[in-house]
């Protein structure tokens, strides 16, 4: 068996989910945690390598644990280290534990068949604007703020979200520097809708690419702005040409917000 965690986290001040040496990670900074609580070495596995700044609401991740004495990378899952803790402790143990930034929502146990990345069917990425008419300099780091976007602005944003849904070979918002060869992907849903002064561009689809989502908001915003109809959207992703998409915007208002299996 293995330890399943549900996690959120503000990802201002680290380097990402992936530990890194000499650099602060989400990854690292959870596993130290998991170890002293279980008083064992683990292993810590995640859903997704969100980059820097990336923000999660339901990340999901699992704890390995060693055979006292075990080196190296390789964890054998032990079930009774597991089974020790209740999963109501093990959440208060955790987050008595972990900084301001991350909290553990909830903890069980897991099929050592279970893999938090290959098991997945589908995620969901929020992405969320604030047109407010100042700066919010208590939101710094979460939002990306832009100037106001009127209804005929939301509604150009949101018909190009729609065209972006569907299977398709979405090379066009992949940032250069993946590794990726199979870019096609299936989009099962992608919206965009006013709260208050945040618009959020919401996306779900069964796996994604390198800065696919920031890339398609930077799109969908660009559209929003004039700079682009909605019916370009088709073009732009049957060119399979990332120069023909727009900007990747920033990971401040990135947020990783539901895995399902």
Same mark, same amino acid.
């Given at each position: 068996?293995?330890?399943?965690?549900?996690?959120? *986290? !503000?990802? #201002?001040? %680290?380097? &990402?989910?992936? /530990?890194? !040496?000499? /650099?602060?990670?989400?990854q690292r900074t959870l596993t130290d945690a998991v170890s002293e609580v279980y008083g064992r070495r683990c292993l810590v596995t995640g859903c997704s390598r969100t980059d820097a700044g990336v923000h999660a609401l339901g990340y999901c991740c699992t704890a390995a644990? /060693? !055979?006292t004495g075990g080196s190296g990378? #390789? +964890?054998e899952p032990r079930s009774d280290i597991v089974s020790a803790i209740p999963p109501e402790n093990a959440v208060r143990a955790l987050n008595a534990r972990l900084p301001d930034s991350i909290a553990v929502l909830s903890a069980s146990a897991a099929e050592d068949s279970f893999h938090? #990345? *290959?098991g997945v069917k589908s995620k969901t990425y929020k992405y969320v604007f604030r047109d407010g008419a100042v700066r919010s300099p208590f939101l710094s780091g979460l939002v990306y703020e832009t100037r106001s976007l009127g209804e005929g602005e939301i509604r150009r944003m949101r018909e190009a979200a729609e065209a972006m849904t569907g299977r398709r070979d979405f090379a066009s918002f992949m940032a250069s520097g993946s590794k990726i =060869?199979? =870019?096609?992907r299936t989009v099962y849903s992608c919206t965009v809708g006013r709260r208050g002064e945040f618009v959020v561009f919401t996306v779900t689809a069964d796996g994604f690419l390198y800065k696919m989502v920031r890339t398609m908001a930077g799109t969908a915003l660009a559209v929003g702005r004039g700079r682009a109809d909605p019916r370009d959207i088709e073009a732009i992703i049957s060119a399979r040409d990332r120069s023909r998409a727009f900007e990747t915007l920033p990971p401040? &208002?990135? %947020?990783?917000?539901? +895995?399902? %299996?």
């Open positions: 068996m293995k330890l399943r965690l549900i996690v959120s *986290y !503000d990802g #201002r001040g %680290y380097s &990402g989910w992936q /530990a890194q !040496d000499n /650099a602060k990670s989400i644990f /060693a !055979d990378d #390789r +964890v938090p #990345r *290959y =060869t199979d =870019t096609v401040c &208002g990135l %947020y990783l917000c539901r +895995v399902e %299996y």
